[in-house]
C-alpha cells in the first residue's frame, strides 16, 4: 500500500507516494540536500537542474566506488573462506591417517 509522503530538498518542496515511511524519506531527502548544497559552494549561482544533475552524478559515483569495494572485501572473503576449508580438511586427513 503506498502512503504519502511529504518531502523538501534544497528550499523545496516534493509529495511522493511510497512504501517508506516519512522518517526514512526524510533521510532520504535530507541526504541529497546535503549533496546539493555542498555541490552549491563549489558552483555558486548554478540552476536548480544543473545542481540536481551534479548531486545524481557525485551519489552514483559514491555508489559505484562502495560496489568496488563491497565486489574486493567478497573476493577476500571467498579466498579465506577457501583456505581456511582446505586448512581443515587437511587437519581432518591428517587426523584420520593416525
Request: net charge negative; aromatic share 8%.
Amino acid at each position: 500500500m503506498s502512503k504519502k509522503l511529504h518531502i523538501e530538498i534544497f528550499g523545496r518542496q516534493y509529495d511522493l507516494k511510497g512504501q517508506s515511511d516519512q522518517a526514512y524519506a526524510d533521510q532520504l531527502a535530507a541526504f541529497i540536500d546535503e549533496k546539493m548544497r555542498e555541490i552549491s559552494t563549489h558552483s555558486p549561482g548554478s540552476p536548480y537542474s544543473k545542481l540536481a544533475i551534479l548531486s545524481a552524478i557525485n551519489i552514483a559515483h559514491e555508489l559505484f566506488q562502495l560496489k568496488d569495494q563491497q565486489q574486493e572485501i567478497n573476493t577476500s572473503l571467498d579466498g579465506i573462506t577457501r583456505t581456511l576449508i582446505e586448512n581443515i580438511e587437511t587437519e581432518v586427513r591428517s587426523f584420520h591417517s593416525k
